[in-house]
């Protein structure tokens, strides 16, 4: 095997240069290029470097910023890409992208004297070989035990320390890590793993008796089931199989149908043991990976990585699941490196990710563990079912609670630390000295002057848990800033973040389409339908209300509802919500339990109800009550759906059992989390299921989660129509016809075929498509190394172009819904109503002819005069003769207006033209109008 520079730099002689000659002025530079022993090398100044100087390149050591001398070399030529050279002596290996350092007059001598090295975090015998290296003898002193195995033997300290002058030292005192036990004592079990509470055993009992008896399938929790779920919490431990060994799952199903039998007594004991074990590979894996990683990798080989963790089994022995690991581990170093960073500084990280896996994994506590297995039961009923701890229960309460609000700044998790990811609220986060991206919060405290917890050991639960409160109090924020420097302590105010809160967002989009003038639309996102008991204002319809209002107040043309990200909650929010659109419709009907009869659910009247143009948009992300929410729109005829294929097709009605309060006797309700439950099913208005079909969109638009289609989970409810007897529709007069879909989605295709934005969307998905159809990937570095598509979740794309497309859509929309309701109010008398609506019509879509052709002859026939205006008539009715030459209608429309704008030649002309074109039936009727124009009269209907 190759020697790897990564590898060998520690135990070469660290040449130590206080001073260098003139005549050995260095150069710094970056390979960026290696082609066998030719390298060539960027530098932003090489004028001392010339052919057939005898150059040494040093390595620049990550971390200790030491340089190690790694190769001998010759100059060949200087050109403007940089300094080429000839390798002729190497102790390892030159890679693109290390630091090097050149010297154009062969090994330099050091001009001070030698100083002891840095030896803190080398292993003993790195330690031992750099100070032999300087004629100096290691003295070793056993210290307290390393926290982790991997840090066993590495030194913690040194006397004399580093940088002092070798000279008159003959020995260095080095204080090593003693051998770590065989379990930290960070890293024990939680003392609620060793024995299941009292709790977990009645919460795992009553949860198998809920299913049972209110899951509306009917099944029973039998051996099929129990096979299911311990399926489902092996792959929730262990998704890509490179932790347990076949003869573990083998050993774990020989229980797997005694897990009903076991539950009903409030038996945990398999989930334990199986968690145990989990444990022990882990540690396995965790040393496997170091191993690994040590040895290093061969891009060059042409090796396939299956990314379809469904279709492969469980590894046989140890040295098939070390083979598979071998491919995972390549795969995310190509995944992670770009040459931003030498390799062995990528191959650090990862295996850092490793070891933070494993100590978040010993740190799950009995609560969590209950979660992991109690929700594998739960779904092996269907994919919707799941129990949630206590922790994550109140943490889920307070998420869709409004008056909970985070700090204004979001976190990341990076190698066992959380950091400052991203700023949203600068007014929120701290006086004088606020938070920075990038600083790591390492303590938070509750209030002005609340003790400081450290967060090192907190799950992400108990860490999202301490930030949450009510808005506007206080929370302290230590942090070690990433500029540097001592902790500091923030005060910070709990502000609602207006990207991740639950609230619904609103924006009015001023839109122009073409030259035109601009039109505002009213762009809103539900991400879901919440609600707070304590406080009926704070809700989506609350806060609906109030944005309705607002876009009246501004005259919004058209309102756009977004629901691609929407996940459902209340179903009383649902038609409150609706009470705005479809104010005391049939909206939904609902079947709940396994035996009652199907109830039809009616829209809550709404005093400030929106009349207007409606648009909704919808995902594959779109489910349960939101879906109801789309359904009820379309059946009504409502408004038009934009976006996905179709959505999840959720149509589940899920129970909220709190599990402390049911089990309740007497005593106060416990904390013991909830389980949810499907007990019922949701139809459309029409009797068509929700469940497994959804909501199809009126006019569809590409997306990567259009492509990446779900497939049905092995217990995933089936679906069947009802018959409805007593519901209602009553169609909008804006009904959407096909004849209509069609036309917007011509339109819409011919504007995507010239956009950027689209077109990048498209290569993206085709990308997926391929790579998803593989379950396969290369790990060769040319193909792999750059690029991203290799990912089996693609990446995320821009909306921006999304939107503006939908916006387009709209207007094209409400361009059809203002004509018909401009004909409407025409024919009914209301004339300026009427000229309104097909001015906004055409202003909506500046091309459409039809709507240009009502506008032009309302203006040039308008039975009030003072509406009347020919000149603009004339403007109109030329555009739509324009658009549609072959249509007599709108050159009979010219004619008239040309006449009501006193240009009677010209109308005579156009009339000929009219009549030459128009039905035999219309020629007889319009012929008098000859007569009128050639006598300077203006039109008048018979």
């Known amino acids: 095997m190759a020697q790897r520079i990564g590898r060998i730099l520690i135990s070469v002689v660290l ?21 066998g022993k030719a390298i060539v090398i960027e530098a932003e100044s090489a004028a001392n470097v010339k052919q057939g100087d005898k150059v040494n390149v040093f390595v620049i050591i990550p971390g200790l910023d030491e340089r190690a001398d790694v190769a001998d070399a010759k100059v060949t030529r200087k050109d403007s890409v940089g300094v080429h050279a000839e390798i002729v002596r190497s102790s390892g290996t030159v890679k693109v992208g290390h630091r090097v350092t050149i010297l154009a007059t062969g090994r330099p001598a050091p001009t001070d004297p030698l100083v002891i090295p840095n030896l803190v975090g080398m292993t003993a015998t790195e330690a031992k070989t750099a100070l032999e290296e300087l004629g100096l003898q290691a003295t070793f002193v056993a210290g307290p035990p390393a926290r982790t195995p991997d840090k066993s033997f590495t030194i913690q300290s040194q006397d004399p320390t580093a940088g002092a002058p070798v000279s008159g030292v003959q020995s260095v005192q080095v204080t090593i890590l003693a051998e770590a036990v065989s379990r930290p004592p960070q890293m024990r079990l939680a003392s609620s793993l060793d024995i299941p509470t009292e709790e977990d055993r009645r919460s795992i009992r009553e949860i198998v008796r809920l299913l049972e008896e209110q899951h509306v399938s009917g099944r029973m929790f039998d051996d099929e089931a129990s096979r299911e779920a311990l399926r489902l919490f092996l792959e929730n431990l262990d998704p890509w199989k490179i932790y347990f060994l076949k003869s573990d799952v083998d050993q774990f199903s020989r229980l797997g149908d005694k897990i009903d039998d076991t539950t009903k007594q409030g038996d945990l004991r398999l989930p334990y043991a199986i968690f145990e074990s989990f444990l022990r590979r882990l540690d396995e894996r965790t040393e496997m990976v170091r191993e690994l990683v040590s040895q290093g990798f061969d891009f060059t080989i042409d090796e396939q990585l299956s990314t379809d963790n469904k279709s492969i089994s469980y590894a046989a022995t140890r040295n098939e699941v070390r083979d598979r690991l071998r491919k995972r581990l390549k795969f995310e170093l190509l995944k992670m490196s770009r040459g931003e960073m030498p390799l062995p500084v990528y191959e650090e990280l990862l295996v850092k990710r490793f070891e933070t896996f494993r100590q978040g994994m010993y740190a799950v506590n009995g609560e969590e563990l209950l979660q ?3 929700s594998a039961i739960c779904k092996a009923f269907d994919p919707n079912c799941h129990y949630s701890s206590p922790a994550f229960s109140r943490l889920a309460r307070r998420a869709t609670t409004k008056k909970q609000s985070q700090p204004g700044f979001r976190l990341r998790a990076l190698d066992g630390a959380i950091f400052v990811r991203s700023i949203d609220s600068k007014e929120s986060t701290g006086g004088k000295s606020r938070l920075s991206v990038g600083d790591r919060i390492i303590g938070i405290g509750e209030g002005a002057d609340g003790p400081i917890e450290a967060v090192d050991g907190l799950s992400g639960f108990a860490i999202l848990e301490r930030l949450y409160g009510n808005e ?14 001592p902790p500091i302590v923030h ?5 609602r973040n207006e990207q991740d809160n639950a609230t619904v967002r609103a924006v009015v989009v001023e839109h122009r389409v073409g030259q035109g003038d601009p039109f505002p639309i009213g762009y809103l996102e539900i991400p879901t339908f919440y609600t707070d008991s304590s406080n009926p204002e704070e809700s989506a319809s ?20 977004d629901l691609r990200r929407n996940f459902g909650s209340s179903s009383v929010e649902i038609l409150n919500v609706l009470g705005y659109f479809l104010p005391g419709q049939s909206v939904v009907a609902l079947s709940h339990g396994r035996d009652r009869a199907v109830i039809t659910e009616t829209s809550i009247v709404q005093s400030d109800a929106w009349d207007g ?19 009820a729109i379309q059946d009504h005829s409502r408004g038009l759906i934009i976006g996905d294929d179709v959505t999840r097709g959720q149509g589940a009605i899920r129970d909220y059992v709190d599990l402390g309060r049911q089990l309740k006797s007497g005593v106060a309700a416990l904390d013991l989390g909830s389980v949810t439950i499907t007990a019922g099913l949701a139809y459309r208005v029409s009797g068509a299921a929700l469940q497994g079909r959804g909501v199809a969109a009126d006019v569809v638009l590409p997306t990567l989660s259009s492509v990446m289609t779900e497939t049905m989970a092995p217990m995933a409810l089936p679906y069947s129509d009802a018959n409805i007897g007593d519901a209602k529709i009553n169609p909008s007069r804006d009904k959407i016809t096909q004849k209509l879909r069609d036309e917007l989605h011509k339109k819409s295709l011919a504007r995507r075929q010239n956009s950027s934005g689209f077109a990048r969307l498209q290569n993206e998905i085709e990308q997926y498509r391929y790579w998803h159809s593989k379950n396969t990937v290369s790990l060769l570095s040319r193909t792999t190394a750059s690029d991203s598509s290799l990912r089996k979740t693609p990446p995320t794309s821009g909306i921006d172009f999304y939107l503006e497309e939908v916006y387009s859509i709209a207007s094209d929309y409400l361009s059809h819904v203002e004509l018909n309701r401009a004909n409407e109010n025409y024919a009914s008398k209301q004339y300026s109503d009427a000229i309104e609506q097909y001015q906004l019509s055409v202003a909506a879509d500046p091309d459409h002819a ?9 203006l040039a026939t308008c039975p009030q005069q003072n509406v009347r205006d020919g000149a603009l008539a004339v403007d109109h009715a030329r555009r739509a003769t324009e658009l549609a030459p072959d249509d007599w209608r709108f050159r009979f429309a010219l004619s008239i207006g040309l006449a009501e704008n006193g240009d009677f030649e010209s109308a005579l002309e156009e009339l000929d033209r009219t009549l030459q074109a ?16 050639q006598n300077s009269q203006p039109f008048a209907s018979r």
């Not at 040449?15 to 290696?34: M, T």
């Not at 929370?475 to 420097?485: D, E, F, R, T, Y």
């Not at 009246?552 to 756009?560: F, K, L, P």
């Not at 948009?617 to 349960?624: E, P, V």
Request: charged share 20%; proline share 4%; aromatic share 10%.
């Open 15 to 35: 040449l130590q240069y206080s001073a260098i000659s003139l005549a050995q002025e260095a150069i710094d530079g970056r390979v960026s290029r290696v082609d």
């Open 372 to 374: 992991r297995f109690a």
């Open 613 to 631: 143009p409606l648009v909704v948009l919808t995902s594959r992300q779109t489910s349960a009550a939101a879906e109801v929410f789309a359904a």
């Open 491 to 495: 005060m910070v105010n709990r502000t």
């Open 542 to 561: 609350g806060d609906f209300s109030r944005i309705i209002k607002e876009f009246q107040r501004q005259s919004v043309a058209i309102i756009v509802v």
């Open 918 to 933: 128009a039905p035999e039936k219309q020629r007889t009727s319009y012929e008098y109008l000859r007569e009128r124009f």
């Open 850 to 858: 039809e709507a240009r052709y009502r506008l032009a002859w309302a």
């Open 472 to 485: 506007g109090t206080p929370v302290q924020i230590q942090v070690l800033p990433a500029s540097g420097g």
